[in-house]
């Protein structure tokens, strides 16, 4: 028998710089059509929602179907404004690391509606165990900005004291995990955070986010078979922003399935959602919630989107991708789409909104104010070094303790030699 | 001759390496297509197709793992793990499999792989950019490890690496991939395009591993270093005012412990320097060493210079780096007995 030689398959996206953008392949569905479980269904009986996409948002900015969360119009300006902080936070912070103020930032343009909605659909008790493009987590819990520039700063105020890198925040007040710059490292701690707290008879619930490269990661997989068979109380969510870094989705596997569709495998309940569309997110996120609390276990929701911005300050994506995918987004932008829906109803107008960004760009300003008041990186340079001996252990050990001696000398004789 | 910095010195090997063997393939996170976010891999997608040089999952252990089974099948492959700090998901394929499979299957299996991965700080990249986890590696019987200090060094080493047949780690200093930085970060950087060792030539050449290079000879206290404190070490040195002999030991295991022993032996005197944490350190070997066979030459305890034991802090950086000041100071200090 004669057997054709064999060959390596190197998974390509359909377009590069230069290229016309072309979302052809991408199906979307109508808005409202898929249907609402009840939230202790059978995860057997789920499969096919990890090839669906939940929609609630149509093109004429209605909330249609049985995904509505019939959210009041309060609530949804309150949501309209978390987003519109967030971005106006993004757009000024990258500013100023562009300034040199800072040595590194992340945006979540585009991808407001998946740290808002969600932080709002959960308990603010729930705990959080985040990636690096969440912020939306934070100023929907009222995290004050002026800590998260804080941060940024590695300033006098820094609640992290200049040890990590910016946007790594950590604020346990707000149940928000310490972000650890190493991906996926989160998620299997999700479901132990969330096994501890079933394990306790508590009645919080835990969340993990992890992009569509980062499941790739052994971690992911770990996450899953614990959550799994364990039980947890766990929402276990992927942002599928299509991108990772200068890779696309199809790197990590996307084209032969959903991200959603791991979850079958595991046993899981999956639910794929347009991130895009604030009440899809919100709705998916209380459903999950809703079965984790009421100890049915765990769901992986996908939120399918797109990363509007660059990876990072570091990153420039024009070297990979064409310019204009993130306009030509077949599934829209979040800010633009609950505008469009408030206004729809009757409860907003352009106006308003315009009166929104220039409240939420002052109040940037403001909080900008106080956090340069404590300074920016390096500027004045920070003046506790003694401190980087702190917290390696609960105790500072002996030889750490030696060692801030000698680093402290070394400063006094360096400045008495003018070095 | 050309000018290269560390970046095109390190490309033009693999680049190399790919012309010369088609068994020799690349392949890592963000190595394809925009050709690594160092841009070490540029354009050999381009030239060698995307079937030798692509974009993996973001899984380092998948990474290494599948290079290990490239490696038995035959092939040579030349991995790149983004940062050292993203090393850690590799360390079960790294240590109980690359280093030892020639030993378990006495000699019948074997993975001539090649790990590249940025180290070091400086940069602000904060604790999970700036690590030098070499020291975890040196302790594995059946890994090479080798950090070059320059782009000449850089392309003979990676190719040696890459012919190698046994599992390399190749640790790339990113603090010094554009210019030798030698720690003092208020001053311009010079280019490598502006110093002697960004003469590169663009040929086929090697550099055997396991041989150090005397950067600056001496005759009064012997300074062994590596990466970018090869730079740190050379200009403390001349700040010191002492003539110290600097040796960059370019490849950690194997060590040319003969050319430490030697200087050791005529100076009597030693300075380990290193930006990794202290305690169980690459420098605590090279002590334990240099005490075994040179006791009786020493005059002068053996000092170490290394970055404190703590992680990396960010806005301290400059406090954590072990600069030219401190490296100085203790080239003074095993002067004083
Ligand atoms: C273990 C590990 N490997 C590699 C990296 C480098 N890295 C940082 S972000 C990133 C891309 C992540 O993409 P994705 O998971 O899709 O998240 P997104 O940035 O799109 O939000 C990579 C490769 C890292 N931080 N940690
Ligand atoms: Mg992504």
Known sequence: MKTAPLSLHIPEPKTRPGDLVDFSDIQIPAAGIVARP??????????????????????????????????????????????????????????????????????????????????????????????????????????????????????????????????????????????????????????????????????????????????????????????????????????NNQWAISTFQGMAGGEQATFAARAVGYGLPALRVDGNDFLAVYAATEWAAERARNNHGATLIELYTYRAAPHSSSDDPAAYRPAEEAKNWPLGEPIERLKKHLIAIGEWSEERHAALVTEMTERVMEQLKEASSHGTLGNPPPNDPGSMFEDVLKEVPGRLLIQREEMLALRAAAAQEGV | MARMNMIQAINSAMDIAMERDPNVLVFGEDVGYFGGVFRATAGLQKKYGKRRCFDAPISEGGIVGAAVGMGVYGLRPVVEIQFSDYIYPAFDQLVSEAARLRYRSAGGFTAPLTVRTPVGGGIFGGQTHSQSPEAIFTHVCGLTSIMPSNPYDAKGLLLSAIEDDDPVIFFEPKRIYNGPFDGHHDRPLTPWTKHDLGEVPEEYYKIELGKAKIVRPGEKVTVICYGTMVHVCLAAAEESGIDAEVIDLRSLLPLDLDCLVTSVKKTGRCVIVHEATKTCGYGAELVSLIQEHCFYHLEAPIERVTGWDTPYPHAYEWDYFPGPYRVSRAIKKVMEE
């Not at chain 1, 928000?176 to 991906?183: D, E, R, T």
């Not at chain 1, 980062?214 to 959550?227: I, Q």
Request: with cysteine; aromatic share 10%; proline share 3%.
């Open chain 1, 38 to 239: 009840a939230s202790d269904i059978d995860a057997a009986a789920m499969r096919d929602y990890a090839y669906a996409l939940i929609r609630v948002l149509d093109d004429k900015g209605q909330a249609v179907g049985e995904w509505n969360p019939k959210l009041s119009a309060d609530t949804l300006r309150l949501g309209l404004r978390h987003m519109v902080l967030t971005r106006e936070f993004d757009e000024r912070m990258m500013k100023l690391q562009r300034q040199g103020k800072t040595s590194f930032y992340i945006k979540c343009t585009g991808e407001e509606a998946i740290g808002v909605a969600q932080a709002m659909a959960l308990d603010d008790k729930d705990m959080l165990f985040p990636s690096y493009r969440q912020q939306g987590l934070l100023v929907a819990r009222g995290c004050p900005l002026v800590r998260l520039m804080n941060q940024i700063f590695s300033n006098t105020q820094d609640n992290l004291k200049g040890r990590q890198l910016p946007i790594m925040y950590s604020e346990p007040d707000y149940g928000f995990f310490s972000i650890s710059g190493n991906l996926g490292t989160q998620y299997p701690q999700a479901v132990g955070w969330a096994m501890a707290s079933a394990y306790s008879g508590d009645t919080r619930i835990a969340a993990g986010w992890v992009g569509d490269g980062s499941t790739a990661e052994g971690d992911f997989h770990y996450a899953l078979t614990f959550a799994s068979v364990y039980r947890a109380p766990v929402v276990l969510n992927v942002v």
